[in-house]
């Protein structure tokens, strides 16, 4: 079975450590993992994170999708959406709101931020639990609002907002969550039952966890062999198709 990782990293993690390209392709690869999607937050600065991703994209073209990361309070927010989106044919954003330290009920350039991504017809990944300011209910207006751009809580919103995020999207039809990094038994599960394998994503969160128990935990939640394929790469090749 094919497996695309839809959630992981590149760049300095937030210990530090450096990492590469080549040893995350490798490394993802010993597991069985024929893509990944990546955005890079280690930089201070959107630009140099978008140069790391976009340098990985040119170095291995047939494995990286990359994201943009995108800080709607920068002044070259919407410069940087034209560039990352258009010129380097990115195929997602992520919005970490903590990162960038913004607060998703009071930022008024999200609206005109979101309106310019919804025009390239890519997805939209958001961050959610870890922080007051990630909250899931707060992004669900989006989602409504853009009801032909993809929308996806990485981490199932982690095992603060696990339950609640998994309870408002349910009735969302363009909205997704991704499993890496929870490890929360009973919000898996919930996830599968109540979401469907339709409407999840797998993903590793690498170099920050564990590839083979991100791969492994999948197949102790029942599962058929079909819905296994979704998850592991079935929605991912949706999601990575633009939406024009």
């Keep these: 079975m094919k497996r695309y990782d839809f959630h992981s990293h590149l760049g300095k993690t937030r210990s530090g450590d450096g990492n590469s390209a080549h040893q995350m392709v490798k490394e993802l690869k010993a597991f069985g993992i024929e893509k990944v999607g990546i955005v890079s937050l280690s930089a201070?600065?959107?630009?140099?994170?978008?140069?790391?991703?976009?340098?990985?994209?040119k170095e291995y073209p047939d494995f990286v999708e990359g994201y943009a990361d995108i800080d709607p309070k920068d002044p070259h927010a919407m410069d940087e959406i034209h560039r990352t989106l258009g010129e380097m044919k990115m195929n997602g954003v992520k919005f970490m709101s903590w990162k960038h330290g913004y607060n998703v009920e009071n930022c008024p350039q999200l609206d005109q931020v979101i309106d310019e991504i919804s025009k390239y017809g890519v997805h939209i990944q958001i961050h959610g639990g870890a922080s007051p300011?990630?909250?899931?209910?707060?992004?669900?207006?989006?989602a409504k609002r853009y009801p032909d751009t993809n929308f996806v809580f990485t981490h199932i919103c982690g095992r603060e907002f696990g339950s609640t995020c998994i309870e408002a999207v349910k009735n969302i039809e363009n909205f997704y969550v991704e499993t890496s990094a929870n490890m929360e038994y009973d919000i898996l599960l919930k996830a599968k039952e109540v979401l469907g394998s339709k409407k999840i994503l797998f993903g590793t969160d690498w170099p920050y966890k564990p590839t083979n128990i991100e791969i492994e935990k999948l197949y102790h939640l029942g599962f058929t062999e079909a819905e296994l394929e979704d998850v592991f790469y079935k929605n991912a090749e949706k999601l990575w198709q633009r939406r024009l």
Excluded at 44 to 57: C, G, T
Excluded at 133 to 142: D, G, N, S
């Design 44 to 57: 201070d600065s959107m630009i140099a994170n978008n140069d790391i991703i976009y340098a990985a994209m």
């Design 133 to 142: 300011l990630c909250t899931p209910i707060v992004w669900l207006k989006y």
